[in-house]
């Protein structure tokens, strides 16, 4: 079965640490991977997203991701995380069979001063 | 560039009546989607089309139609609204499978 798991529903992070919001997936094919963030009241915004290729995928605003296809994991991180970098984090796989991205239940992230 | 554009951005609905939400894009992107999205829940695929003409159901469609007439238009209608429809409404639209989505500012609804 197609299905994606965010372990955590909140991660609180000291402003200037890094953080890393966490993601596995179900192994069915090869799906591509994204990370979605939502500020309050807006929209999804695209972060970035893994094909194929390098393992560490760079995205907006300072976030990377990690693929880790023994694992199944495709982790966000961020070196030294902002206060305004909370907000809403979905993951998402893409499977070619379905044709639909499949959204985790979203993580909170807090970054606090 | 609009992107992606819903209508109406809040909506208070009594039991019973009916609405819909409108959402265009301006892309020229074949496929679209509308989602769901309740506290603690994610986000849930209710109706998604690949073309003009093509509608499918995703994981949650029953009280929920949806029509496809143009390739810019993607309007979502609500009949016999009920509590349970009480969420955040979502659209997206994307220029292929695979690629990421392009999603709307979202509409609030509220069935009272």
């Known amino acids: 079965a197609q299905s994606v798991a965010q372990p955590e529903d909140q991660v609180n992070v000291a402003e200037g640490n890094p953080l890393t919001v966490k993601c596995t997936y179900s192994?069915?094919?090869?799906?591509?991977l994204f990370w979605y963030v939502q500020y309050p009241n807006r929209g999804l915004q695209f972060l970035l997203k893994y094909i194929t290729g390098d393992n560490l995928v760079k995205g907006s605003y300072g976030f990377e991701a990690e693929f880790n296809k023994s694992q199944t994991s495709f982790h966000l991180k961020k070196p030294s995380a902002l206060v305004s970098d909370s907000a809403l984090y979905f993951c998402a796989p893409f499977y070619n069979q379905g044709g639909k991205l499949i959204f985790g239940q979203g993580t909170e992230l807090s970054v606090k001063p | 560039n609009a992107g992606v554009t819903q209508t109406p951005k809040f909506r208070i609905l009594k039991i019973g009546q009916s609405m819909t939400l409108q959402c265009t894009q301006d892309?020229?992107?074949?496929?679209m989607y509308w989602y769901r999205q309740d506290p603690g829940m994610g986000l849930k695929l209710i109706y998604y089309?690949?073309?003009?003409?093509?509608?499918d159901k995703g994981e949650v469609p029953n009280g929920y139609n949806v029509s496809r007439s143009t390739t810019e238009d993607f309007p979502l209608r609500l009949e016999l609204a009920a509590p349970s429809q009480t969420s955040v409404y979502f659209c997206a639209s994307s220029s292929g499978q695979g690629v990421g989505y392009t999603f709307g500012s979202g509409t609030r609804l509220t069935v009272v």
């Open positions: 892309m020229n992107h074949n496929y």
């Open positions: 089309s690949v073309g003009a003409g093509i509608t």
């Open positions: 192994v069915s094919g090869n799906p591509y």
